[in-house]
């Protein structure tokens, strides 16, 4: 079963930068379209930002400007660099891909912002 790990969460203060990074557990399938969600507390798990194979992006609105998402094809990894973090981007940060039928999600990463 493949699993897909999440790295780099953690506090940062309000203005500051985080990079996430997510990687499979093995190379088993080259992942159709990779992304990120996020779920604060209370809230609903949201759309963050999504990436196909072919490098297209998808962001939501309240992340537009300020993150970044990337991904190595040749290593099924995606990112995501966030900038001017904001209190509201404080949640946990899910990773997620997919291959045909199937999904894949992270354990998922906190991040808190706050001064």
Do not use: H
């Not at 790295?7 to 159709?32: E, M, Y």
Request: proline share 3%.
């Amino acid at each position: 079963q493949v699993q897909l790990v999440e790295s780099g969460g953690g506090l940062v203060q309000p203005g500051g930068s985080l990079r996430l990074s997510c990687a499979p557990s093995s190379s088993i399938f080259r992942f159709n379209n990779m992304g990120w969600y996020r779920q604060a507390p209370g809230k609903e798990r949201e759309l963050v930002a999504t990436i196909t194979s072919d490098g297209n992006t998808k962001y939501a609105d309240s992340v537009k400007g300020r993150f970044t998402i990337s991904r190595d094809n040749a290593k099924d990894t995606v990112s995501l660099q966030m900038n001017s973090l904001k209190p509201e981007d404080t949640a946990v940060y899910y990773c997620n891909a997919d291959w045909r039928t199937l999904y894949f999600w992270g354990q998922g990463t906190q991040v808190t912002v706050s001064s």
